[in-house]
C-alpha cells in the first residue's frame, strides 16, 4: 500500500497534515496562556493590581494574541490549499446530506458501533464550526480592544489621533501613554469609550464561551478515543489514524 499500512491487524492511514497539526498545538498553547492573562485582567481589583501591572498584564496579553491572530489567519488560509482532511469542504458542517450523516454517526455512536471517519466526523464537524467562529470573533474583538485600550495597532495610532484631536501632530501623539489621560480630550476619550464597552462586553462573554467550547471538546475527543479507538488523540502528533476497515470519508 502506497498511502497506508497494516499495523497489528489494524490499517494506519494519513490523516492530519504538519501545518494542521503545528496549528492545532500552537492554538492550544497560546489560548492557555491567554486564558489565565485574561482571568488576571478580569479580576485586577480582586488582585489589587496596580495601574502599571495592569498595563503589562494586558500588553502580554495583547502581544500573545497577535500570535493567536496569526496563527488563526494562517489555519484559514491552510483550509484552502491543505491535504483533503483539511480543507474546509471536509470541514464545515454544510456539505450535502450532513445533517443526514449527522444523525447516523449518532445514533451507531450510542449503539457501540459509531461510523468510522478518517477526518473528523460530522459532530465534531459541528463542534469546530462553533469553536472556529468563537475563535475568529474573539480575536477581531481583541484587536479593536488593543487598540482602544493600549493604543497599539491595528488601531492604536488612530485612536490617539481622535482622543487627543491632534490629528497628524506625531509629537503629540507619541507623548499618550495607556492608562494615563494626560494630552486626552476627556469628551472624546469618553466617546471612545463607550464605543468600545459592547465590545469589552463581546471579549469577556465570549472569554467564558470560549472556555466552555474547550472543555466540551476535550470530553467529545476522550469520549470518540474510548468508542472509536482509532488513535485520535495521537493522530494529532503523529498525522495517522488506524481502522480494521476502510474510513467511510477515505479519499477516492
Known amino acids: ?20 497539526r503545528i496549528f492545532h498545538w500552537l492554538n492550544a498553547l497560546l489560548i492557555l496562556t491567554l486564558i489565565p492573562l485574561g482571568v488576571a485582567i478580569l479580576n485586577d481589583d480582586t488582585l489589587s493590581l496596580t495601574t502599571e501591572t495592569k498595563v ?3 500588553s502580554i496579553h495583547v502581544y500573545v494574541g ?5 496563527n488563526l489567519i494562517w489555519r484559514t488560509i491552510w483550509g484552502f490549499s491543505g491535504n483533503h482532511y483539511s480543507r474546509w469542504k471536509t470541514i464545515l458542517p454544510f456539505s450535502k446530506g450532513y445533517l443526514g450523516d449527522l444523525l447516523k454517526y449518532v445514533k451507531t455512536f450510542y449503539s ?10 460530522p459532530a465534531a464537524r459541528l ?40 490629528g497628524e501632530n506625531h509629537r503629540k501623539i507619541a507623548n499618550i501613554k495607556p492608562g ?5 480630550d476627556e469628551a472624546a476619550y469618553n466617546r471612545m469609550r463607550a464605543v468600545r464597552e459592547p465590545i469589552v462586553e ?12 474547550v472543555i466540551f471538546h476535550l470530553i467529545g ?32
Open 127 to 166: 463542534m469546530i464550526c462553533v469553536m472556529y467562529l468563537l475563535l475568529i470573533v474573539q480575536g477581531i474583538s481583541g484587536l479593536v480592544l488593543a487598540g482602544t485600550d493600549l493604543y497599539l495597532p491595528p488601531l492604536g495610532h488612530e485612536i490617539k489621533e481622535y482622543v487627543t484631536g491632534a
Open 56 to 58: 503589562l498584564l494586558k
Open 112 to 121: 457501540g458501533r459509531p461510523v468510522q471517519y478518517l477526518g473528523h466526523n
Open 66 to 70: 497577535y500570535a493567536f491572530v496569526a
Open 180 to 184: 494615563s489621560k494626560e494630552s486626552i
Open 202 to 213: 463581546t471579549h469577556e462573554i465570549l472569554f467564558y464561551l470560549l472556555v466552555i467550547a
Open 221 to 252: 475527543v476522550a469520549f470518540t478515543e474510548i468508542r472509536e479507538k482509532n488513535a485520535i488523540v495521537s493522530a494529532m502528533i503523529t498525522g495517522k489514524k488506524y481502522f480494521k476497515s476502510p474510513p467511510i470519508d477515505l479519499e477516492k
Open 1 to 20: 500500500m502506497s498511502k497506508d499500512r497494516i499495523v497489528n491487524f489494524y490499517i494506519e492511514y494519513p490523516a492530519w497534515d504538519r501545518s494542521t
